[in-house]
């Protein structure tokens, strides 16, 4: 019995895995192969060209993109980290009135879905005169629900001990925050950094809305457009290249950290 | 500022594509919702076998999960395609006939629900491998004791421990279903006959192609009572059966 498991488990599951990851490598092969062998569905072509890359950077300015989407997706990462860590601090060491109060508006927040935020926070964003800057994509996402959540349920397991010698010693407070509970809170730095920065680099909605100068855009909304509007040509080619670029930054940092990543979205239950 | 009373619910009770878009979301989470469970705990429940290899399967599953909708769209696009997809090139390769994934307005939505699914399901697998660790093992020894077979166990012992881990599933599939909308929107646009318009999608339009931002806000604020009233329900029945 145990023999015939391991007979239909290992071809199951390869078969199974293959269905995930095939795709993945037909769309990288087909966009270095040439033009008129990429309907194929093999994976040998019979030349290897970077054609298909050189025509994409010449349509679109993919390598601004990319810069645009590091800096808003650091930026989102970092302010999402020192806010929330702030935030999760004063909800879960200091005493003050109203404390779960604020708690519980917070909460409300995350119940609430995005369909009914999404166009009264465009209209606030055109009265700040953000429409084409990256005070819109960046600032709207600073301070996050989840990530005060977890921040306070992590410093809740940290004894208050620490936190006692560190004012003895003179800390003030955001010291204590920076200086002794930062490094004693990696692993919901790691959870809360990964699940921000990846949900933020794949964030195609809002740019669409708040951004319409090409030089602004994101890496998923230029490659978006660039799908949706007629500038690919139906060339193939280009359009698997410009995908190929916009999932090779994420795909190689899970490569390297891929227990850290599923640990993370497992723990959220959060999905893009 | 102007107030315009009452008039964008009178144009939205009379907005058939819009109802067809809510129509078309909850079509998306029916066919999505039941396929995503069974696939994701069939995997989970081999995964979870003590087997080799098992961080590898387990990484290749979840490799959609981390990359962009737009590119996995960008890819299906090409895999649904009617005259050089693969999967059509597949069909006719044994015999059979093309099939127009995402031409024909009765096929489309199943079609973006499947790839939903395959985007999506490397996340529940996670969540299902946590929860049947969660069984415990003297369950399924007293089981071989009585001679249960293999189905037996899974349906009386395994299926009822990981309830909570199913409604946790249904919640969240829910809830990311209905934000539903760069998939329609780079595939289909919300064709063939609107039969993929999706809920988003069609707010995203009325606000940002025709510029009806009143409206659109009130389509959203509707939707989103929608929303609220179907994770109600649920979370009733879930309460019920616990």
Known sequence: MKKLKSILFYPALTISALIFVYPFIWMLVASIAPENEIGNLTLVPSALTLSSYSQMLDKIPIGGAFVNSIIVASSITIGVLIFGSMIGYALSKLEFKGRDLIFYVIIFTMTLPFQITLIPQYIIMVKFGWIDTYWALIVPYLINALSIIMFRQYFKSIPDSLIDAARLDGCNELQIIFRILWPNSMPAIITIGIITFMASWNEVLWPLIVIRDESLMTMPQLVTLFAVGGRAESQLGVKLASAVMLALPIVLAYLFFQKYFIQSMASTGIKE | ?242
């Open chain 2, 1 to 242: 500022m102007e107030y315009t009373g009452l008039n964008n619910y009178v144009r939205l009770f009379n907005d058939i594509t819009f109802f067809k878009s809510i129509g078309n979301t909850l079509i998306f989470l029916v066919i999505h919702i039941p396929l995503q469970i069974i696939v994701a705990l069939f995997l989970a429940e081999i995964l979870n076998q003590k087997i080799k290899l098992m961080g590898a399967f387990r990484g290749a599953f979840f490799l959609p999960v981390i990359v962009s909708g737009v590119v996995v769209t960008i890819l299906w696009q090409q895999l649904y395609g009617y005259d050089t997809g693969l999967l059509n090139r597949l069909l006719t390769g044994i015999g059979l006939g093309k099939i127009g994934w995402l031409t024909d307005p009765n096929i489309a939505m199943t079609s973006i629900a499947v790839m939903a699914t395959w985007k999506n399901v490397g996340l529940y697998i996670v969540l299902f491998l946590v929860g049947l660790q969660t069984v415990p093992v003297q369950y399924y020894e007293a089981a071989d004791l009585e001679g249960a077979n293999h189905w037996q166990k899974f349906f009386k012992i395994t299926l009822p421990m990981i309830n909570p881990t199913i409604f946790m599933v249904v919640i969240l599939s829910t809830i990311g279903g209905f934000s539903l909308f760069i998939e329609p929107y780079i595939m289909t646009g919300g064709g063939p006959l609107n039969s993929t318009v999706s809920a988003v999608l069609y707010i995203y339009k009325q606000g940002f192609f025709y510029y009806h931002m009143g409206y659109a806000a009130t389509l959203g604020l509707f939707f989103a009572l929608i929303i609220l009233a179907v994770v109600v329900i649920q979370k009733k029945f879930i309460e019920k059966d616990n």
